[in-house]
């Protein structure tokens, strides 16, 4: 869809909370981040960790400013380590410049080299100290008041915010009260450039979630009414928060012994006649493909959320990348169509999990939905959502007493659905193929029938204005996808800040192709690049092999963890406007 360019939200603040694990800066970054949503602000804190199960480094990072974020900045203004347990393996997830502050307890000693090789100012905050003099008191809610202090959020937002944090817990606010305003104290005696300053007049609601729970409450107003799960990271907080939701609405949701039950119960829900869906990532979607062509097979619509992470294998589970590209456009065994669709931002999750749902009931197909690490397990202040109104449901046979013909060979491919049990309305669901009736036939007519039905039913429909976003107009562009839609979208912006006429083209609908809305789009671009988080260019690839594209083209691709910023995307802007 065609939106307004935004202005650029350069004025931010981004802070890094780092510590070994169980030192509480996830809790200390949470917290920080609703107090921003309290004092009326926007932002997200997105999380980092290693592999491990317990212990190891573990680090917030967070960017808070007065418009909406969607995405890392190039830098941190303030990195705040609890302790230097491991810091150095973030060396490269959180860049730092001269102008940085680097706050720590001198009685951790001096952090390690990497850390500092930008020359950051550095600032020494006693917080073991401290908190000893507080009976209960912790080092990381001397943090919290401390990095409130340094950016200027309110002392009653980050009290209300930690009293959300602790509800019941109330022999834990006393202490932390002490320690947060003994916090606040040092670090309102440090001369920081980076203060935010507040507009007291927002008092509008927002909400705060995380991506994982948006694709879930999204999924159930789409009309998802059971789940099977199997945990898996990253996105076992879907299936978590789906688990309650799911009651609130009279729904079910079962964890499965593995990621084949879970997927084979979501299609015999779904043949019952209830919407359904699975969640997994990387190495669970690889288990699920025979059933997934099973489910096109036999037109049965479900969707499988992937949130995913570094692959191959178990790569790197606690990390993003955007690597099942490939797996989720061609990964089928023979010719198996179906919808592979991507949210372009937490706020977006929502809204395409709806959709989602809704493209699988009207074409009674398969649908993925690919998340990832990023986008799923960062948590977003984010403006009320008001979910559309979709049209596109299931088609439901009615006995009128002609032989019933499951898969009847229809203009628009999708044929009527019945509820299993239905007098007259019986029919074979399985992987072979068939003919009309659903009858396994070896015929190779019957086969090219059932194949251009299955794909006929989801080229032919109109997926309107939301196969893609659709922002500012010029000769260079830049297309993206997924959770690299953020920065692409901050570099545009700064790009017409500088003058130079730039647009982003951020594509929702990755499959099936829309080769007209794709040329309309691509109109008067004489230069493209074309930006993703994978090592071998997967988007670029798939660009290229559907699309004409124009003839300077460049790709700007990197594997995870290591996210792309707006600056490189930036920089081909300006460079490619110059030459």
């Known amino acids: 869809m065609t939106v307004t360019l935004r202005e650029s939200s350069r004025s931010t603040v981004s802070i890094a909370l780092t510590g070994s694990g169980g030192s509480g800066v996830m809790t200390a970054g949470n917290m920080l981040l609703e107090a921003a949503a309290i004092a009326g602000c926007y932002g997200l804190m997105g999380r980092s960790s290693g592999p491990q199960i317990r212990g190891g480094e573990a680090a917030a990072l967070l960017r808070i400013g007065q418009t909406p974020v969607d995405g890392q900045d190039d830098q941190f203004q303030i990195l705040l380590a609890v302790d230097w347990v491991n810091i150095e393996r973030f060396a490269d997830e959180i ?108 008092h509008e609601a927002r909400w705060l979630l995380t991506g994982n729970e948006a694709v879930g409450y999204g999924a159930i107003k789409g009309g998802i009414r059971f789940v099977a799960a199997y945990p898996i990271t990253p996105a076992t907080e ?145 403006d009320q959502v008001v979910f559309p109104e979709l049209a596109g449901k299931r088609e439901i046979a009615v006995a009128d007493g002609t032989p019933y013909k499951r898969y009847k060979l229809t203009e628009s491919g999708v044929s009527p659905m019945s509820i299993p049990g239905t007098l007259g309305l019986s029919y074979t669901a399985d992987g072979l193929e068939h003919n009309e009736r659903g009858t396994p036939s070896s015929q190779a007519s019957d086969h090219q029938a059932q194949l251009d039905k299955r794909l006929r039913k989801i080229t032919s429909i109109d997926y309107g204005a939301y196969w893609a976003d659709i922002e500012g107009d010029g000769e260079v562009a830049v297309i993206a996808w997924g959770s690299c839609t953020g920065p692409a979208r901050e570099a545009v912006q700064r790009a017409h800040a500088e003058g130079v006429a730039a647009k982003l083209i951020s594509m929702r609908l990755l499959s099936p192709v829309r080769p007209e809305q794709m040329a309309k789009a691509l109109a008067g671009v004489k230069r493209l690049v074309v930006v993703e988080q994978t090592h071998s260019g997967q988007f670029f690839r798939h660009l290229r092999s559907e699309y004409n594209l124009p003839a300077e083209v460049k790709s700007l691709h990197r594997a995870g963890p290591l996210a792309i910023r707006p600056q490189e995307i930036h920089r081909h802007l300006v460079d490619w406007s110059n030459s």
């Open 95 to 202: 860049p730092l410049a001269a102008s940085s502050l680097l706050v720590g307890d001198p009685a951790q000693g001096d952090p390690p080299a990497e850390t500092i090789k930008a020359g950051p100012r550095r600032v020494d905050l006693p917080m073991k100290e401290l908190s000893k003099q507080i009976p209960g008191g912790r080092p990381n809610m001397i943090a919290v008041g401390y990095v409130a202090a340094l950016v200027g959020l309110p002392m009653d937002a980050v009290v209300e915010s930690m009293r959300r944090t602790l509800g019941e817990n109330t022999g834990a606010i006393t202490p932390s009260l002490a320690a947060i305003e003994a916090g606040f104290a040092a670090g309102a005696s440090v001369d920081c450039p980076y203060r935010l300053t507040l507009d007291a007049s927002h």
């Open 238 to 382: 879907v299936l978590e928060w789906m688990s309650a939701g799911l009651t609130d609405v009279g729904g079910v949701l079962v964890q499965a012994e593995d990621e084949l039950a879970s997927i084979n119960m979501a299609i015999g829900a779904s043949y019952g006649g209830t919407p359904s869906l699975t969640a997994t990532s990387g190495p669970g979607l690889s288990l699920m493909i025979e059933s997934f062509g099973l489910a096109v097979a036999s037109e049965t619509p479900i969707v499988v959320i992937d949130v995913m992470r570094v692959g191959p294998s178990t790569g790197i589970a606690t990390k993003s990348e955007q690597s099942d590209l490939n797996i989720a456009l061609y990964g089928m065994h023979g010719d198996a169509p179906h919808i592979v669709v991507a949210p372009n931002s937490v706020s977006d999750c929502l809204t395409t999990a709806q959709w989602a749902v809704h493209l699988a009931e009207q074409t009674q197909s398969p649908v993925i939905l690919l998340s990832d690490q990023a986008m799923g397990q960062t948590r977003t202040v984010i």
